[in-house]
């Protein structure tokens, strides 16, 4: 008899924010910069003119959107308080469902406007995207907590959310079954293939999304996502724009730079992932990701004396063991648990002692019986991780997917390799196996702009190989890039560390790089 114990939902709350820095400092590099907190905020008001020879200027629409004020809506959704002086305008924009292959009909793309009391009347938008991770419009709030609001002070902030996530046409596709079955992967059903069990929902799954989204079953990638962004520059008809992608953001703006590199005043790619990497190599990246940032947590929770004790990673494995056997808090299986856990890593909230102790109180409680702290992290992970629209966009986006007997391998190799997130990670592969199959969007060439590229040491979302990766693609199109490597835990460099966000800022105002690499401890 299958065991089906369904995890009710108590938050709706989404997680949010780490640990704030104190400065940067160097490691082992050549001629690292040197930063601190007197320097992470801009000083006065760069000119935003073009300069001779330097990247284009950010020019503010001439064209806009028909906004609406939200600010409580967006900051509410996001579980964060509205900060005074901050203004957030809601609008939506049409876009072609597919203006690369020709299918007709359109789609809705929702967009978020941030500016402050600051914000100059004339500045141009930086465009920011966080592609299929979670919605951009949930993740813009949590970066105006911590230090996002110092953009503002030459730029709005303009988020787009991914088409069918977020404010943009949400997408209703899998049955209620096979969505918790999906997230269970299939634990709970008998017979010793998981790769099989799991791969018939998903069988159900995707003929029912993509007969949803036809005609536009081949339309949700990034090199679509990539055609939405050009909409919005071509709705605003400004010749270039600035572009942040964070993530598989990243990827959605690496695409854009490839298929209208003419079209890019300013380039930042935060904890990026080449466009062409197979599906194994970028799940590999992942929990490679999750497992050092399990044992960065594990350290700095030992360091503060946290609930969890002297060993927090055995605490944290116990658990992983009992939602193996079926005894997972509140009978959450072994892949809620997981992803509660990197979520939470992801994208903690207060500073780093409150994260950790925040984590470390979740999963104490949990193991002496008391699931309501869990519970919620696995609901915010659900919520936060768990659409059908991030299903649908990730599935396209997954390239070169390995075979069912390649996942039965990895299933029982990469646990012996990463204990807590391999047996997961490699089942994870199987949602995406039935899906249409899809091809990299074209890496950029004969870039005209310097590029800025940022990476988190500890990231459970992309790990951290990727700016090594992409920072090869960046020369290769002929363009210069620096590095900004932050030291912490968590899912973009940019949102949760004010040091890494100092050479951003520097480089959307003045268009120039900083001179050397930046190290930015945790």
Not at 306 to 315: T, W
Request: hydrophobic fraction near 40%.
């Amino acid at each position: 008899m299958r065991r089906r114990r369904l995890v009710r939902a108590l938050s709706t709350s989404t997680v949010v924010v780490s640990a704030l820095l104190a400065g940067c400092a160097p490691v082992l590099a050549a001629d690292p910069r040197y930063a601190t907190d007197s320097g992470a905020r801009p000083q006065g008001q760069p000119p935003t003119q073009k300069k001779a020879g330097g990247p284009p200027a950010i020019e503010a629409p001439k064209n806009d959107l028909s906004w609406h004020n939200c600010t409580s809506q967006v900051f509410s959704d996001s579980a964060i308080q509205p900060l005074p002086g901050v203004t957030l305008d809601c609008a939506s924009y049409d876009a072609d469902l597919d203006s690369i292959n020709g299918a007709t009909g359109s789609v809705s793309i929702g967009v978020v406007r941030a500016r402050s009391v600051q914000t100059p009347d004339d500045a141009g938008p930086l465009v920011m995207t966080t592609g299929s991770d979670l919605p951009t419009s949930v993740q813009l709030p949590v970066w105006l907590s911590r230090a996002g609001t110092d953009v503002l002070k030459t730029h709005p902030i303009v988020a787009v959310d991914r088409r069918g996530m977020g404010m943009s046409s949400a997408i209703d596709c899998r049955d209620l079954f096979d969505r918790q079955e999906m997230i269970d992967q299939a634990q709970f059903q008998s017979g010793d293939d998981p790769v099989a069990n799991l791969g018939a929902i998903t069988m159900t799954a995707t003929t029912s999304c993509t007969d949803t989204i036809a005609p536009g079953d081949s339309a949700y990638d990034n090199a679509h996502a990539a055609e939405d962004i050009e909409r919005l520059r071509s709705t605003w008809d400004v010749p270039s724009i600035a572009l942040l992608g964070i993530g598989n953001g990243a990827q959605v703006a690496l695409a854009y730079a490839g298929s209208h590199p003419g079209k890019v005043a300013r380039l930042v790619l935060d904890s990026p992932l080449p466009l062409g990497i197979a599906a194994e190599a970028a799940t590999e990246q992942r929990v490679k990701g999750e497992q050092t940032a399990l044992d960065a947590f594990a350290t700095q929770c030992a360091a503060t004396n946290c609930p969890l004790g002297p060993d927090p990673k055995d605490a944290v494995d116990s658990l992983f063991a009992a939602a193996r056997a079926g005894d997972g808090p509140n009978g959450a299986s072994v892949s809620m648990v997981a992803d509660a856990i990197s979520t939470a890593l992801a994208y903690p909230r207060g500073d780093r002692t409150t994260a950790t102790n925040s984590l470390a109180s979740a999963v104490a409680t949990a193991r002496s019986g008391d699931a309501n702290q869990m519970n919620n992290l696995i609901n915010q992970a659900d919520s936060l991780r768990q659409t059908d629209g991030q299903f649908v966009n990730s599935c396209s986006d997954a390239l070169n997917r390995p075979t069912p007997d390649r996942v039965r391998e990895l299933v029982v190799a990469w646990p012996k390799l990463y204990p807590q997130f391999g047996a997961v990670g490699a089942l994870s592969m199987v949602k995406c196996l039935n899906w249409p199959s899809g091809s990299a969007p074209e890496d950029p060439k004969n870039l005209k702009i310097p590029v800025l590229l940022l990476g988190v040491q500890n990231d459970p979302i992309v790990g951290n190989d990727g700016v090594a990766q992409v920072a090869a693609t960046i020369i290769n199109a002929g363009a210069s890039s620096k590095r900004v490597i932050w030291q912490g835990i968590g899912h973009g460099a940019s949102i949760y560390s004010e040091c890494a966000l100092a050479p951003v800022t520097g480089y959307l105002d003045s268009g120039d790089l900083p001179p050397t690499d930046t190290y930015c401890p945790a």
